[in-house]
């Protein structure tokens, strides 16, 4: 069969994978996230291997365009009233579970006689989440509150403050083992540095022009256009797309005060972008991974979640949110899936002795995080009571309805 029309039949096919996840998801009443991994698992080489050798080389552009269109809609939440009133809660939850996970995951491995390397490598992977998981739940569900807003908000910073520690530790790893060169903190910080830079200079222009060009709100023209662009920058630049998408999308925010709702075409667009990349997320799972680990892995997975757990209540309490929210904020954070192995991939160039290790426990780690992650982000909202009690949202509508006055179409 011709390559392109192959490329586009797998397309279609897997585009509809989405309806069966809708329907799977009000059926079982698993996230709808959860039902595309499987299938994805189900469709790919493990299992079935119904997928073209091709889509291996799709999953890099669908996943970088589907975690840009995250990170800008994670970015609308820090507008400046935002920031005002929650900015500092967030922040200090964010922060204190970050360095809980690493502290505990990275001195739990080393008392349990993993090595110092080992352990501080992945001390810096464990802070790592998964915005797209996560964010997709809070969509599907139309989840709606103080909670979802700290979640949302604490997701968004996580990941900056994972690049940092793990420059931070890898860098000391490296010392340790007498192969640093200090490379790594630089490119760290330049990623971090570098992100914002981009994401505000893309944001400003983008602020005045959105939604003036065509009468109305943003067109989907210009919500791809900022979204490609900001992308394929960052990838040029070599930083952070996700960082520098939350940024833009933040700027936008609070400078396009000419329209209400500057991420409404985003939210239209991104579920197709979405539903490819946790199909095709799933089709990379290695269940063989999960044979490989030993105690290793299970220490991992037990330290990485008493870590986000018992950050985010301490966090809590240090930021004087309410009892019932830090007890569930951690469990909510649980989903890990690309940022997490990107990490990994240059932990393994770092330190080749321990290449395999690493990615062993990072890729088996990845495997259970994303099935239950999102189940347990689900059951978080349920809980707290910020999950909509009508039927869930559709995925790709938009929060904000066509006959709502306060935003019109």
């Not at 739990?108 to 490598?121: E, K, R």
């Not at 309490?317 to 989903?335: C, E, I, Y």
């Not at 992650?373 to 929060?399: C, M, Q, W, Y």
């Amino acid at each position: 069969m011709d390559a392109s029309a192959q490329g586009l039949l797998t397309l279609g096919a897997l585009l509809l994978v989405g309806l069966l996840a809708d329907e799977g998801s009000r059926r079982l009443g698993l996230p709808s996230v959860t039902i595309l991994l499987l299938l994805g698992f189900v469709v790919g080489p493990e299992a079935l291997d119904l997928l073209p050798a091709t889509a291996d080389n799709w999953f890099p552009t669908v996943s970088t365009i589907a975690l840009t269109m995250v990170g800008f809609l994670l970015g609308a939440q820090f507008t400046a009233d935002h920031l005002r009133a929650n900015g500092k809660t967030e922040l200090v939850i964010a922060s204190t579970q970050g360095l809980m996970t690493a502290v505990l995951v990275s001195a739990g491995l080393w008392l349990a006689g993993v090595s110092t390397t080992m352990a501080l490598v992945l001390g810096g992977i464990a802070v790592a989440t998964a915005p797209a998981a996560t964010l997709a739940v809070v969509q599907e569900q139309r989840a709606e509150g103080p909670f979802t807003r700290t979640l949302l908000a604490v997701v968004a910073l996580d990941d900056v403050i994972a690049l940092a520690l793990f420059g931070l530790l890898v860098t000391a790893a490296s010392s340790l083992s007498a192969t640093t060169d200090g490379t790594l903190i630089q490119e760290a910080v330049w990623e971090i540095l570098g992100a914002i830079g981009l994401g505000i200079a893309l944001g400003l222009p983008a602020a005045v022009l959105t939604g003036r060009l065509r009468q109305g709100l943003p067109t989907q023209e210009e919500a791809y256009g900022i979204v490609l662009l900001c992308a394929g920058l960052a990838l040029v630049l070599n930083v952070s797309f996700l960082l520098a998408a939350v940024v833009m999308g933040a700027t936008i925010a609070n400078r396009a005060t000419h329209h209400d709702i500057p991420f409404q075409e985003i939210e239209r667009i991104e579920w197709p972008a979405l539903v490819v990349f946790f199909v095709l997320a799933g089709a990379s799972l290695d269940l063989s991974s999960l044979s490989r680990i030993g105690w290793l892995g299970a220490g991992y997975l037990f330290l990485r979640s008493a870590g986000k757990v018992l950050g985010c209540d301490l966090g809590g309490r240090m930021a004087r949110l309410p009892s019932d929210q830090r007890r569930w904020l951690g469990a909510a954070m649980l989903p890990q899936a690309g940022v997490a192995i990107g990490l990994g991939l240059l932990a393994a160039d770092r330190f080749p002795a321990s290449a395999d290790d690493i990615l062993a426990v990072v890729i088996a780690a990845t495997v259970i995080f994303e099935l239950f992650g999102p189940v347990l982000t689900k059951t978080a909202l349920s809980h707290i009571g910020e999950i909509d009690n009508v039927e869930p949202r559709p995925p790709g509508e938009p929060a904000a309805q066509r006959n709502d006055p306060k935003h019109p179409c």
